[in-house]
C-alpha cells in the first residue's frame, strides 16, 4: 500500500470512532485559551477535550522510548523543549540504526492551528502525524500493535488511561489523542515581539526598523501573529542530489507543486537553526543570503521570492527583529519538561497560557 494511501487509512480511522474514547472519563477539564488578537485554532477541541490527566499521559508518552523499536528514541530525542521542540543543531535527526531523517525536524509549537503537518502536508490530522514517525524505519521504526502491547504490559499507563479515558483501555486512538492533548497546549505567544503587541514592552531602534523592513518583504508569507501563512512555496533552493525532495508535489503528484515546501514558522527562529526542509543553512545569515544571490529560478519558484533585494543594512535590522521572536518562556517551562522534573515546583496546569 502506497504512503499517502495509509495517510488517508489512518485519517479515517483516528476520526471515526472519536466520541466514544472519552466516554466516562472524570478528568479535569483544561480551557484552551486563544491569545488576544490570534485566529481562531482549527484543531476540533470538541473531539478531544484536553484534560489534565490526558495531558500529563500525553506528556509521558512524548518522552518515551519504548514508542521506538529499540528504546532510544521518544518523539523527544527529535523535538527537543531548549530548540523550540525542533532538532537543534542538526539538519537531520538519528533514527533507528544508525539512519538518518531525510528532513529537518519541524518545531512543535502553535500546532492547534495547522491542518496540514510535515513539510509537504502529507498528514491532515494531529491525532494522525504521531503515527507517521512511529513507523517510520528511519525514524521510531516500531510497529502499533507493539507499541500498545508494551503500553498494556505496564501497569502505570493503565492507571494514566483510565484517569484521563475513563477506563484501562489502550489503544491506538487513546495513544494519539492524548499526544494531542500534550502538543495542542505548547503555545509559543511570550515573545518580546508579544509583550510589545500587548503593550509591556517595546522594539529598540533596530528592533523596529527590522520589524518595519518585515512587514515590506518578509510578511506576505510570514504572516503575523503565527509567523506564516502555512502556504507551499518554492523557495528558490537547488535539489540536493542525495535527498531529491520534490516537496509537495509528493503528495499532490502535480508538476505545480514541484519543489514548494510548506512556509516554516519564524517564531523562535534564532533557536531553531539549521534552516530548510533538509537544513542547509546553519544561520539566518545564510538564508539571506541565498534569498539574496542564492535563487535558482524555475517554473514554480514563488514570485515574491524572485523579486526579492536585501541589502547589508535590512538583513542587519531584520535579524535584530527576528530575535525578538523568540519564546525563552516556552523554551525552560517545566509543564512541557519530562515528567517528574521539579514537578512540585510547577504552577497548576490551569494556568498554562496565563503566565
Same mark, same amino acid.
Given at each position: ?26 478528568? !479535569? ?5 486563544? #491569545? ?10 470538541? +473531539?478531544? =477535550? ?8 500525553? /506528556? ?11 528504546? *532510544? ?33 519541524? #518545531? %512543535? ?30 525514524? $521510531? ?31 491506538? +486512538?487513546? %495513544? !494519539? ?7 495542542? $497546549? ?11 503587541? /500587548? ?38 533552493? #537547488? ?9 509537495? $508535489?509528493?503528495?499532490? /503528484? ?9 512556509? #516554516? ?26 534569498? /539574496? ?23 542587519? +535590522?531584520? !535579524? ?10 516556552? %523554551? !525552560? ?8 522534573? *521539579?514537578?512540585?515546583?510547577?504552577? =497548576?496546569? +490551569? ?5
Amino acid at each position: 500500500m502506497k504512503r499517502a494511501t495509509v495517510i488517508v487509512c489512518l485519517v479515517i480511522f483516528a476520526i471515526t470512532g472519536i466520541h466514544f474514547i472519552n466516554a466516562g472519563s472524570r478528568a !479535569t477539564s483544561i480551557p484552551f485559551e486563544v #491569545p488576544q488578537g490570534w485566529p481562531k485554532p482549527v484543531y476540533d477541541f470538541s +473531539q478531544n =477535550p484536553v484534560t489534565k490527566e490526558g495531558f500529563e499521559l500525553g /506528556r509521558k508518552l512524548f518522552y518515551d522510548g519504548r514508542l521506538s523499536k529499540d528504546g *532510544n528514541f521518544p518523539c523527544a530525542s527529535c523535538h527537543q523543549q531548549f530548540g523550540a521542540f525542533a532538532t537543534y543543531d542538526h539538519s537531520l535527526s538519528h533514527g533507528f540504526n544508525n539512519s538518518f531523517t531525510t528532513r529537518n525536524a519541524s #518545531p %512543535l509549537f502553535n500546532l492547534a492551528w495547522q491542518k496540514e503537518f510535515m513539510y509537504d502536508g502529507g498528514v491532515n490530522h494531529l491525532d494522525v502525524q504521531p503515527l507517521v514517525p512511529i513507523t517510520s524505519p528511519n525514524e $521510531m521504526h516500531e510497529v502499533i500493535d507493539s507499541v500498545l502491547i508494551k503500553l498494556r504490559a505496564d501497569t502505570a499507563y493503565k492507571r494514566l488511561f483510565k484517569a484521563a479515558f475513563g477506563s484501562d483501555l489502550i489503544n491506538t +486512538q487513546r %495513544l !494519539t489523542k492524548a499526544l494531542s492533548q500534550f502538543l495542542v $497546549m505548547i503555545v509559543s505567544n511570550n515573545s518580546l515581539y508579544d509583550k510589545v503587541k /500587548r503593550g509591556e514592552a517595546t522594539f529598540t531602534l533596530s528592533q523596529r526598523l527590522g520589524y518595519d523592513i518585515f512587514k515590506q518583504k518578509c510578511a506576505a508569507c510570514h504572516t503575523e501573529p503565527l509567523f506564516t501563512d502555512f502556504s507551499y512555496r518554492n523557495a528558490g533552493l #537547488p535539489v540536493d542530489s542525495f535527498l531529491n525532495d520534490s516537496g509537495r $508535489m509528493r503528495i499532490t /503528484r502535480l508538476a505545480s507543486d514541484s519543489l514548494k515546501f510548506k512556509v #516554516p514558522s519564524l517564531r523562535n527562529v534564532m533557536v531553531t537553526f539549521p534552516y530548510g526542509h533538509d537544513g542547509r543553512f546553519y544561520s539566518v545569515l545564510d538564508v539571506m543570503n541565498h534569498y /539574496r544571490n542564492g535563487i535558482v529560478n524555475s517554473s514554480t519558484t514563488d514570485s515574491l521570492i524572485k523579486n526579492m533585494k536585501l541589502s547589508n543594512y535590512e538583513i542587519g +535590522q531584520l !535579524t535584530a527583529f527576528l530575535y525578538t521572536l523568540t519564546d525563552s518562556t516556552l %523554551l !525552560t517551562d517545566l509543564r512541557f519538561a519530562p515528567p517528574g522534573l *521539579n514537578k512540585a515546583a510547577l504552577p =497548576p496546569l +490551569q494556568d498554562i497560557h496565563k503566565q
